[in-house]
Structures are given as structure tokens and as C-alpha cells.
């Protein structure tokens, strides 16, 4: 037969089980998702274990009221509350407006060189015998003009001598040895002279404190300049009688008698120099230009005679007492 010789085919069906076999694969994406979760973790930790005590009482304070700078609209420096540090530009900051929270670089720098110059002034007080012999003589305190050094009579060893502006030799000494302390520093330095409110007996009309102070803060000016210090560093020199007595004092105590030596910061050199160069930009020779500068918009430029030079007054002692009671003594 022809169907005697065709093979028999059977087909086994099986039903096919999942148990045990391959997942999909939503299991990664959980996965990923915790390791996602674990970096930012450790993350937090590694940047709260190197932040300082102040950075993080900052960012504490942020957490708190993290929308108080949206709602209440800043204080109108465009200035950054973040206490993390960003880049790029800021787009809220407006033209005029700073930013309160950075100070100027130039400014601070300023200001811990001064810190700097104090520190070394006493450490050499300290390790100079000179000076140190003489610490009760000098005060040293920071302004907001700069630095002062304050060197001050006493009723037992003044500073100059009486009446005079003939200086002492521990006063030399003391000028002398700060000197190339102060030539160091790119700041200038203003000078001025101090008297205790004694008068003359002559009164205003000679050779009084007015002349006396400025007399000894020229003085003061040339042993410095002798001691090393150089000559365009020192920017202004003034005298100022007994207007700036020490609060704390009697305006005739010995404390008065004194010669302030200030190291200017940055902003008071600039006010000095631009007091300085306003008078520069009066232009004589122009009648039209000196209207602004004259009292009553009219100035006269017609030559005049030349003054009689009058013969200088000598000092007289600051100390006679004599028998009128508000005469110098």
C-alpha cells in the first residue's frame, strides 16, 4: 500500500512553567534607583563632615525660612543669601547695587596688613630694650583712618624738651627704631603734634602751641626719615595745640603732650589726596574759572605789593609761671 511506507509524526505539547526561569527587567530600575538614593546619601555626609561650624549654623538658618528672601523681596543689594558658593553672573543684581556680603578684596587686604604692622610693633616693643623701656610711653590702637601709634609725655620724662621742639633721645629712640617697621607697608603716613592747654605768656599773638605742635611733629618727621623711613611716605604733617585733648585726662596733663603717627588705610589716604587735588584744579590764571572759587562770584587778580617779611618770634619756656594764672606754665 502507498500509505504503508509514510511515517507517524506525534507532536507533544507541553505546557510551559515561569517558576524559576528569567525575570524582566524592572528589577534593575529599583536597582538603580537605590544606588541613586545611597550615592546622594553618603554624599550629604561627606560635605556635612567637611563643612566648618559657621557654614553649617548658615545653612541651618537657610533651611529654616527657605522662601524669606522670595517673600520679603531681599534687601535690595542683590546680594546672595546662599551660604554655598556658585558661578556665573547674577541676573537679579542691578546696576548701582552691590553686594553687601562681599566685601572688597583690596579693603580686607588693607586691613590685615595693618593687623600685621600692629603685631610686629609689639613684638618689637617686646624684644627691643629700648622700647621696652619706653612701653608705657606709647598707645596703639586701630581707627577707622588706620592704624595710630601714640607717643606721650610724661610728667617725669617728656618727650621733648621743655618748650621746645628739641627732641629727646628716647624719644629719637623710639622714632627711630619703628621707622623701617613703617617703611615696610605701602601705606602712608599722616603726622600730628599735640600740646596740653598751658598758653604762652605771650599768648596768641607769638610763638604758641599752635606753632609748638607743628614744630614737634616736623621734628618727629625727620628722625623717622633719619631712622630709615622714606621721605614720600609721609603724607601729611599737622599741628593741632591742645583741640584734641584725651577725653579721659585733664586738658593740662602731661598725657596731651603727644605725637600721633597714623598709618592710613586705603579709604583715608584717598579723602587726604583728594582734599590735596581739589585745590590743584583752581586754575589761576583763568578770571572766568575763579568766579566759583571767590566769595561774591568777583576776585581780584591785579598784582599786589609784596609783604614785609616779619622778623620770626624765639619760643619762649612753656613752663614760667608767672603771675598771671591762665598763663603757660
Request: glycine fraction near 6%; hydrophobic fraction near 40%.
Amino acid at each position: 500500500m502507498k500509505n504503508g511506507n509514510r511515517p507517524i509524526i506525534l507532536v507533544k505539547k507541553r505546557k510551559s512553567s515561569h517558576k524559576g526561569g528569567h525575570h524582566g527587567g524592572s528589577w534593575k530600575i529599583a536597582y538603580a534607583d537605590f544606588m541613586t538614593a545611597m550615592m546622594a546619601f553618603f554624599l550629604v555626609m561627606w560635605l556635612l563632615a567637611i563643612a566648618s561650624p559657621q557654614e553649617l549654623t548658615k545653612i541651618a538658618e537657610y533651611f529654616r525660612t527657605p522662601l524669606a528672601v522670595a517673600l520679603t523681596h531681599g534687601d535690595r543689594s542683590s546680594a546672595s543669601t546662599s551660604p554655598i558658593p556658585g558661578g556665573g553672573d547674577d541676573m537679579m543684581q542691578k546696576e548701582g547695587e552691590v553686594a553687601k556680603s562681599m566685601p572688597d578684596p583690596a579693603t580686607k587686604a588693607d586691613s590685615e596688613r595693618l593687623k600685621k604692622l600692629r603685631k610686629q610693633i609689639d613684638q618689637l616693643i617686646l624684644t627691643d630694650p629700648r622700647l621696652k623701656a619706653l612701653q608705657p610711653h606709647l598707645l596703639i590702637n586701630m581707627m577707622d583712618e588706620g592704624l595710630r601709634i601714640q607717643i606721650i609725655d610724661s610728667q617725669n620724662r617728656p618727650m621733648f624738651e621743655n618748650g621746645s621742639a628739641k627732641v629727646e633721645p628716647y624719644m629719637r629712640d623710639i622714632l627711630q627704631a619703628i621707622a623701617p617697621i613703617l617703611n615696610d607697608v605701602p601705606n602712608k603716613i599722616s603726622l600730628s603734634g599735640h600740646t596740653d592747654d598751658l598758653p604762652y605768656a605771650s599768648g596768641e599773638r607769638g610763638y604758641s602751641n599752635w606753632e609748638l605742635s607743628a614744630d614737634r611733629a616736623n621734628a618727629s618727621r625727620r628722625e623717622l626719615i633719619a631712622g630709615g623711613l622714606a621721605e614720600g611716605k609721609i603724607l601729611r604733617v599737622v599741628g593741632m595745640a591742645d583741640t584734641m585733648s584725651l577725653k579721659s585726662q585733664s586738658s593740662d596733663a602731661a598725657i596731651n603732650r603727644r605725637i600721633s603717627i597714623l598709618v592710613l588705610n586705603k579709604n583715608a589716604q584717598h579723602n587726604i589726596e583728594h582734599e590735596n587735588s581739589e585745590s590743584q584744579e583752581m586754575d589761576f590764571s583763568n578770571p572766568a574759572a575763579m568766579k566759583q572759587w571767590s566769595v561774591g562770584g568777583a576776585v581780584n587778580l591785579a598784582p599786589q605789593a609784596s609783604p614785609v617779611q616779619a622778623s620770626p618770634l624765639a619760643p619762649m619756656n612753656d613752663h614760667i609761671i608767672t603771675t598771671t594764672p591762665t598763663e603757660k606754665r
